[in-house]
């Protein structure tokens, strides 16, 4: 059984990474797979403890989830915190990681900035976390941007560490799974999960600046299309978006030392789901100025129904607490077969 876990913080306005790199994988894999979709509220606390509207942005993340078209009834949409197995196994797995592991990320690196010894000692173990978040469901397959990568990776050493820590106690209990690791065939708890980075737009660029991701918390609201944009602001912001003064390529190899430029091609080619190589063979040769406003209709036509359905949505609270409600009721039932299964593999009495 394939089973897809995936996670976004509500920590302020979707933008376009978040939906080519993340919640348009979202979607797509509903067909396919059973998915498990949730707003990682308690990732939110790690950096910025105090938030103005924590529940309303949980709401706002929820209902982008269902306006791009996640079903919850077929699938499950739920938020991290009504579901207490996700810390409690992030506390098992604080135990198996390694503080080395966890001083290497760079995303840690990132936000901690100079002054590492202030930060919140959550920030340092937000990859143990989300470890749990995707354990605690054994999902199979994660769907990510490409920032996460090195979290995914981490999550793979977890589970090994403690499938290998663990192997007699869950040979013992019967309850090792065989699982393809490369050409071997191993057994353990917790599966190997791959990550799921693919496409076009695997890492969208801030649109001020090609050497950095394009972010919730980027100071510059100039630097990202939020999913809530409407299409003046759309148009607004691609057409004051940096580039350089040169025409389009005609060829993948000429947006190499033009990361301005890959960005917003890679950005066509997400919205299009097409590849880089398509989106310049239509309009390689051309200036700016002519692909800027076709990439400003493609964003309109593909966002705006989103935006709309997410307004609709969160003029009814009501509706998607109901929703988190219910996925967290059906989640929580997961995470707790899994968690029961945890502390017999560990010893830890609970009957
Ligand atoms: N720029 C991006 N390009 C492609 N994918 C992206 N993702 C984030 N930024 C980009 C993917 O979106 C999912 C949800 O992200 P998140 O909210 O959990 O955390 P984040 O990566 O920290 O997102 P932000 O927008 O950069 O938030 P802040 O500013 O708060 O740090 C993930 O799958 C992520 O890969």
Redesign the pocket.
């Known amino acids: 059984r394939q089973l897809v876990f ?7 306005n ?10 348009r994988k979202f979607v797509a894999l509903q067909e396919s797979h059973d998915c498990i979709y949730c707003v ?1 509220d308690l ?2 606390i790690t ?1 910025q403890l105090v938030h103005e509207d924590l529940a309303g942005q949980t709401r706002s ?1 929820t209902a982008a989830f269902l306006a791009a078209g996640i079903d919850p009834k077929k699938h499950i949409v739920f938020n991290q915190a009504r579901v207490p197995q996700h810390a409690e196994l992030a506390w098992i797995f604080n135990c198996v990681a390694r503080i080395g592991w966890m001083n290497r990320m760079t ?1 840690f690196k990132d ?1 901690a900035g100079k002054d590492r010894e202030n930060a919140s000692l959550g920030l340092l173990a937000y990859p143990s976390l989300m470890a749990a978040d995707i354990l605690v469901y054994r999902a199979t397959h994660v ?6 990568k090195q979290h995914l990776e981490l999550t793979r050493d977890i589970a090994q560490k403690f499938n290998n820590d663990f192997s007699h106690r869950i040979a013992e209990l019967g309850l090792g799974v065989e699982m393809q690791m490369g050409d071997e065939v191993v057994n353990g708890f917790f599966p190997i999960t791959e990550p799921l ?1 693919g496409g076009a ?6 649109l001020r600046d090609g050497s950095k ?6 100071p510059s609201d100039l630097s ?1 299309i939020n999913l809530t944009d409407d299409a003046d602001t759309i148009s607004k912001k691609i057409k004051k978006a940096k580039t350089d003064p040169e025409a389009l390529p005609g060829e993948v190899d000429g947006l190499l030392g033009r990361p301005e430029a890959d960005n917003l091609v890679g950005i066509y080619a997400g919205l299009a789901d097409t590849t880089r190589e398509a989106v310049l063979k239509e309009f390689g040769g051309q200036q700016f100025s002519t692909f800027k406003p076709a990439l400003a209709d493609l964003a309109v036509e593909k966002l705006a129904p989103i935006a709309a359905e997410m307004r609709r949505l969160m003029a009814d609270p009501a509706h998607i607490d109901a929703v988190l409600k219910d996925g967290g009721e059906r989640a929580g039932a997961i995470a707790e077969q899994t968690m029961y299964s945890v502390r017999d593999i560990i010893g830890l009495l609970q009957s």
């Open positions: 995936s996670g976004v913080q509500p920590t302020g979707l933008h376009l990474g978040n939906y080519l790199g993340a919640i990682v990732h939110s950096a993340i995303q936000k769907p990510v941007g490409e920032d996460q980075i737009a695997t890492r969208v660029m801030s991701k394009m972010s919730k918390s980027d990202r």
